[in-house]
Each structure stands twice: as structure tokens, then as C-alpha cells.
């Protein structure tokens, strides 16, 4: 009995010698794509939810479809091209997969729009009645779907820019073998209790 009592007693020495040498706050890095000190705020995983690929798509939106070159807030987003945003995405997830042809009238309320815009930017100051979109007269609003529909080739990174801020770069292409590149958008979101807020955008050739 003394002997197993002494031999618990060893084994007891070395799990806590070795709790000594573990640091709780220290994660395993799971994104290449992360730059920082382990340990430090940089170097925690990405969550699933805020998706480079998704977010690649809504740079391309805004930048090739809706003509959005930059803004340093989502407020600076013209009224027309954020009700249309909104307003595509109440039906679809991708513009681009919107059809390439055909003639179909949609229309939404305020109430529709304001969610699709809270859903992507969060709150914002535009007033949506100033779009070209809105019918006062009906007080909808009312749109000929666009033909948006296309292929996009990019190649996309996130990196953690801040505590809950992400900066997604998209390279895009013209083609399926990425040989003639068309231009890049940056985009940083937040992660806003567990969701990708769009918070700014610039573009470059």
C-alpha cells in the first residue's frame, strides 16, 4: 500500500509540473492566412460564419454590378445601389446567380428592405426612399429583375485585421485560368454577434 500511495504521489508531481508548462490562453492556429505572435488576439481561428468566398461574392456585387468603387461606411453607399442590393438578395443569395435573361417584375416593402440591409451592413442612415427603386405613389418598392446572372473567377484571403474586424481581399479574373486579372476589392466586416457585417470597401485594377 505505501509503495502505490508513493507511486500516486509521483504520478500527482508530474501532471501538475506539466499543467505548470500549459497556457490556456494559447490556441492552435487553424488559418494560414492569420499573421500574428501565438498567443496574441490576430492568431485565434476565423469563424465559419464570417466566409471569405461569400464575402468575395459581395465585393463583386458591389463593385462590378452596382458600380460601388469605395466607401469608408456603408452610409456612403448611394441609396439606388443599396436598395438594390437589398432588394436582389431578398430573392437571391448571389446576384450573379440571378438570371442572364427574361422579364419579371418584384417587388418588396420597406420593411423587406431594411432587413436585407441590417442582415448585410447593419444599421445605416440612407434614406431608402431616395432610391430609384422606390414607388411613392404605391409606397413599395418595385424593380425589373436585372440580368445579373454570370460566371466570376477570383481567389480570395481573409485576414483578422482587429479584436472582431476581418479585411477579405478578391483578385478578379475574366477567365477559368486566371491568366487576365479584371481587379481587387478589399472588404472589412465585423463579426456582430455572429454575423459578417460589410463596414467599408475599396477597389483597385
Excluded at 60 to 78: A, C, N, V
Excluded at 85 to 105: Q, R
Aim: contains cysteine; neutral net charge.
Amino acid at each position: 500500500m505505501k509503495k502505490l500511495a508513493l507511486l500516486l504521489a509521483v504520478l500527482l508531481a508530474f501532471s501538475l509540473a506539466g499543467c505548470n508548462n500549459a497556457n490556456p490562453g494559447i490556441k492552435n492556429n487553424s488559418s494560414e492566412s492569420i499573421s500574428g505572435e501565438q498567443g496574441s488576439e490576430s492568431n485565434k481561428s476565423i469563424p465559419e460564419y464570417i466566409n471569405a468566398d461569400a464575402l468575395a461574392r459581395r465585393s463583386y456585387e458591389l463593385r462590378y454590378l452596382l458600380g460601388q468603387e469605395k466607401f469608408t461606411s456603408p452610409d456612403d453607399i448611394s441609396p439606388s445601389a443599396l436598395v438594390q442590393f437589398a432588394f436582389c438578395h431578398i430573392y437571391y443569395e448571389n446576384l450573379t446567380d440571378m438570371p442572364s435573361s427574361g422579364n419579371k417584375l418584384r417587388t418588396a416593402s420597406a420593411d423587406d428592405i431594411k432587413l436585407q440591409i441590417l442582415k448585410y451592413f447593419g444599421s445605416v442612415s440612407v434614406d431608402i426612399t431616395k432610391a430609384d427603386l422606390y414607388n411613392s405613389g404605391k409606397k413599395q418598392f418595385e424593380m425589373w429583375e436585372p440580368h445579373y446572372g454570370t460566371e466570376i473567377y477570383y481567389d480570395t484571403e481573409i485576414k483578422r485585421a482587429g479584436t472582431d474586424t476581418y479585411k477579405v481581399t478578391a483578385v478578379f479574373y475574366s477567365d477559368e485560368a486566371k491568366t487576365e486579372k479584371t481587379g481587387k476589392t478589399v472588404l472589412t466586416v465585423e463579426d456582430s454577434s455572429g454575423r459578417a457585417i460589410i463596414k467599408k470597401m475599396t477597389s483597385s485594377k
